[in-house]
């Protein structure tokens, strides 16, 4: 078991064809997450009973149950009840369905974080419900919400292996697909490795720093 | 559901399987989160350095893609596993660099004052950590780690790609067998379900208890 040069050439183009798909899922998944995300934070804080309870508890279904498994409902159960979906576009809604489950928590935690005076005060000042939320609630809440939202894209980015397990050929499945064709392993999965390493390694550095920022930010305004 | 609970001898075989998986590299990365999280404090810098890359690697690169190293890589370079080791060795490696964090940070949320007073103690390192430090940073850990045991129930679902028996796999055999879709997916989702929300009360039952008595750190969650 020699390392090849020749075969690392080989499979490159094949794997940057498919970091485009990874980092196109990554994206897509991650603005589906946040979006959900939303909308399902402000479900779980509703006042009505019935609302919250039942949202709680489907997010915690799809929390407690394999991202992996999911996908496999989306690509083989949804086309049996006449909605086709591409691969990706599966690997997509699954992705952020899946991590909407966590930015729901981020979201909800970073408006309750708020302090209830804040709430009295725009009460007191006749705001809106409108003008609360967006001159004095988001303003403080979403900086926080900035460094766990930058830590779940780049767990999603890790996570999208997965889609090859419903035959998107995005990173991983690109070399697998290599290494099946040519019975070639070591250079094909070690670069793929390399490849996660090298994005992801410094986007956690970078989700640190930014950690780091709006700690002292918050600190720096109490 | 008629004609999957036909098959529920291979439904039951797959949730033991996947108990399995979940316990044995459970207890895996816990040694190894100790092991790491700990070496983090140590006074030689090639101990600490040495536990840095093992958590940027595990952490950085993707379950999905550890796996298939340890599956189709090692062997090549003489090492050859049964899959459930691979897959044992796969999520023990890769939760275990997640939760040599919980262990670093729950140690460094004990208040300073405290390591001072071991030190002005005269204790010796091992006596600081048994008797003042870790006592006081378990109870930080424990909802943490009962996160990452979901993660880890959810991870095992991936060892179904690499010929691993567990509930997925199992779901998939189904699906091929009966052309069924909806029932044996739905099936195992309510399984994981279950067995997720039995290590959550697992989990919030050690925290209860531990945190008894000990109501500064946990109830605040540092």
Redesign the interface.
């Known amino acids: 078991?020699d390392w090849s040069w020749k075969v690392a050439a080989d499979v490159l183009p094949f794997m940057v064809q498919g970091l485009v798909v990874t980092i196109e899922a990554t994206f897509a998944g991650a603005f589906v997450a946040y979006l959900l995300g939303l909308f399902l934070a402000i479900l779980k804080m509703s006042k009505s009973r019935p609302i919250a309870f039942f949202s709680y508890w489907s997010s915690e279904?799809i929390?407690?149950?394999?991202?992996?498994?999911?996908l496999?409902?989306l690509f083989?159960?949804l086309p049996?009840i006449g909605i086709f979906l591409s691969p990706l576009a599966a690997g997509i809604i699954g992705l952020g369905l899946h991590f909407s489950t966590y930015t729901s928590e981020v979201f909800r935690a970073g408006i309750e974080n708020v302090p209830t005076g804040q709430w009295e005060a725009a009460k007191s000042l006749n705001y809106r419900p409108y003008q609360t939320m967006r001159y004095v609630i988001l303003p403080q809440s979403i900086p926080p919400m900035i460094p766990p939202l930058a830590n779940y894209l780049i767990t999603m980015f890790?996570?999208?292996?997965?889609l090859?397990?419903i035959t998107v050929v995005e990173l991983?499945n690109a070399a697998?697909i290599y290494?099946n064709s040519h019975y070639k392993?070591?250079e094909p999965?070690?670069l793929?490795?390399l490849f996660?390493?090298i994005v992801?390694?410094p986007s956690?550095y970078i989700a640190m720093r930014l950690e780091k920022k709006y700690q002292l930010r918050n600190t720096g305004a109490n | 559901m008629e004609r999957v609970l036909e098959y529920s001898s291979l439904l039951i075989d797959g949730t033991l399987t996947t108990i399995e998986l979940t316990f044995v590299s459970a207890i895996l990365a816990l040694i190894i989160s100790f092991l790491v999280g700990l070496s983090r404090f140590s006074s030689l810098a090639s101990v600490r350095i040495a536990a840095i890359i093992y958590l940027?690697?595990f952490?950085?690169?993707?379950?999905?893609?550890?796996m298939?190293?340890m599956f189709?890589?090692l062997p090549?370079?003489g090492l050859h596993f049964p899959p459930i080791v691979a897959g044992i060795l796969a999520c023990g490696l890769n939760l275990g660099s997640y939760g040599s964090e919980v262990v670093r940070a729950a140690v460094q949320s004990v208040p300073r004052g405290q390591h001072e007073a071991a030190t002005a103690l005269n204790y010796t390192k091992y006596q600081k950590f048994r008797y003042v430090l870790l006592p006081q940073a378990i109870p930080v850990m424990i909802p943490t780690f009962g996160n990452l045991l979901?993660e880890l129930?959810?991870?095992?679902?991936?060892a179904?790609?690499i010929t691993i028996s567990d509930l997925?796999f199992m779901?998939?055999i189904i699906?091929a067998q009966t052309a069924l879709?909806?029932e044996p997916?739905?099936a195992?989702?309510i399984i994981?379900?279950t067995i997720?929300?039995v290590l959550?009360a697992i989990t919030d039952f050690i925290g209860r208890k531990l945190s008894k008595g000990r109501n500064t750190l946990a109830k605040k969650g540092v």
């Open positions: 078991m279904f929390r407690r149950t394999p991202l992996l498994v999911q496999y409902f083989y159960v049996d890790k996570e999208t292996p997965l090859s397990a991983f697998n290494s392993y070591l999965m070690t793929v490795g996660f390493l992801s390694v956690a | 940027e690697f952490r950085g690169t993707s379950a999905i893609v550890q298939f190293f189709y890589v090549l370079m979901i129930l959810k991870l095992t679902a991936v179904s790609l997925t779901a998939q699906r879709t909806l997916f739905v195992i989702m994981y379900f997720a929300s959550v």
